[in-house]
């Protein structure tokens, strides 16, 4: 990576923190993933598979961050939230379009437009076909 493109991922990172709660943004939670105890076993690993990927591919994320900005006193809370370029990623499982679009009312105005809904099942199949094609499972 070009030096003038780390320099440009640190300060969109950087900026996107900032949309963050204090509590949430320190450098221990990021690239932590979190599952929570409502989630279920298909949306958490779904969430999981996105999320440890991008880890690997050198991107920084924070799982269950809680936006600063609030809407009508409630904050959203993505599941995934990358930090280099603002992108959200929703894990849909439970979840129908209507409430995710609930959701998304309760992100920065900036964030609602780059929203990524995942089928958790979806999710989970494409990542067992990579995992098959590298002869690792059945």
């Not at 320099?7 to 932590?32: D, F, K, L, P, T």
Request: aromatic residues 6%.
């Amino acid at each position: 990576m070009r030096e003038d493109s780390k320099s440009y991922v640190m300060a969109e990172r950087n900026q996107n923190r900032q949309a963050i709660r204090m509590g949430n943004r320190s450098g221990s939670h990021e690239n932590c993933i979190r599952i929570g105890a409502n989630e279920t076993p298909a949306h958490a690993l779904a969430k999981y598979l996105i999320a440890s990927d991008l880890i690997r591919q050198g991107v920084s994320i924070l799982t269950e961050a809680i936006f600063e900005n609030t809407y009508k006193g409630e904050s959203g809370r993505p599941d995934i939230f990358v930090l280099d370029d603002g992108r959200i990623i929703e894990i849909m499982e439970t979840e129908t379009l209507s409430n995710c679009s609930e959701k998304v009312c309760k992100y920065p105005a900036r964030y609602q437009s780059d929203i990524e809904a995942k089928d958790a099942s979806t999710v989970i199949r494409e990542y067992h076909e990579r995992i098959k094609q590298w002869g690792r499972i059945e």
